[in-house]
């Protein structure tokens, strides 16, 4: 069995090793139109070493927001800025594919342009409170999406995927996890509607699938990735037929030739290994390690076969060096929470690594 320090071959693209770094949320999009910084591509080129890069939550559209201050991907200006992210990434060697998050019910108004409104499959709000420029609110009950705006959104995922290849990404994830739009659509206590978008598992997955599908027709099975999270309840995600609905969402995906799966497991690892065994394609691993975060353990779980790859989040945000860590068994930095969301350098590019 290989190890986790092996080379990998992902979308065409050769992985220096299977260990990548996975979506995080800074809100450090600071420049103009929501874009991305000088400091922002730092960090990104700081942490080179992962075989594949997962950047943080980039919306497709202005109404995609969920968060103060993250970035987009839905205009010239957001593109020509990522370019500089992209440019320093691939300076130093590494491979990086944005995430595309559009987050649907969770977020507020006052964080979207122009009097838009959240939005979701149904009016339904979720528990809870999202950080504002004004300090936590209540999530408002969002509007629900009629079928000329959903046809409208799967066609913005498109066009933010068409965008990021054109900043020089090597590939997007699409963010179908942690309880944002896509996942919205798949949940019974988010999606309530009963025409063809809701009322069954197929009418579930049918967002999910239609939006891969368009990316993957926009720009290539190979440069598309898509994360899930079955099970998990976070941001007020209630799904009782896991097994039923992610088994088809499988299926239908797997003809779509997707450059990987990305699971956010939950405690079930025997649904891990079904979704495993089930998908045809590359298989990354975020594994449940709750309270713990994902440590040097899990690099067995490329060895026995449960995953191709492991992404590590807040150990690979405390340390850029984080493979080379791994492979010397430590030391690692311990990182600040204060300094996770917002901020300046502190907390964000000022880690040190191995000397």
Do not use: C
């Not at 990182?335 to 040190?352: E, K, Q």
């Amino acid at each position: 069995m290989p190890t986790a320090f092996d080379s990998f071959e992902l979308g065409g693209k050769r992985l220096a090793n299977r260990i990548a770094m996975a979506p995080m949320t800074r809100s450090r999009a600071y420049d103009p139109g929501a874009s991305p910084t000088e400091l922002m591509a730092t960090y990104y080129a700081q942490r080179a070493g992962a075989g594949l890069i997962v950047t943080e939550g980039t919306q497709p559209s202005a109404i995609g927001q969920g968060y103060p201050d993250t970035p987009g991907l839905h205009s010239a200006e957001q593109v020509a800025a990522w370019r500089q992210v992209t440019d320093a990434v691939h300076g130093a060697g590494g491979v990086i594919f944005a995430q595309l998050m559009h987050t649907g019910r969770i977020g507020h108004p006052s964080l979207l342009p122009d009097g838009l409104h959240p939005v979701a499959p149904s009016a339904v709000a979720a528990n809870g409170q999202v950080y504002t420029r004004q300090g936590p609110q209540d999530f408002v009950t969002p509007r629900e999406l009629t079928e000329a705006e959903i046809a409208q959104t799967i066609g913005d995922f498109a066009t933010a995927a068409r965008n990021a290849i054109a900043a020089g990404f090597d590939g997007v994830e699409l963010h179908g996890a942690n309880g944002y739009l896509i996942q919205q659509f798949l949940a019974p206590n988010t999606n309530r509607r009963t025409d063809g978008w809701g009322g069954t598992v197929d009418g579930r997955i049918r967002f999910a699938v239609e939006v891969a599908t368009a990316v993957v027709q926009a720009i290539g099975g190979d440069k598309v990735g898509l994360r899930i999270s079955p099970g998990n309840p976070y941001n007020d995600i209630a799904e009782d037929d896991v097994e039923e609905t992610y088994g088809a969402l499988v299926a239908r995906l797997a003809p779509l030739g997707l450059a990987y799966l990305h699971l956010v497991e939950s405690a079930d690892r025997d649904l891990t290994r079904r979704l495993r065994k089930e998908w045809p394609g590359a298989f990354i691993l975020n594994p449940f390690t709750h309270p713990a975060p994902t440590g040097s353990e899990a690099l067995e779980l490329v060895e026995d076969g449960t995953a191709d790859m492991i992404a590590f989040g807040a150990l690979f945000l405390a340390n850029p060096d984080l493979p080379a860590r791994l492979a010397a068994g430590g030391p690692y930095n311990a990182p600040d929470p204060v300094a996770f969301f917002g901020g300046d350098h502190r907390g964000y590019t000022d880690y040190p690594v191995l000397t």
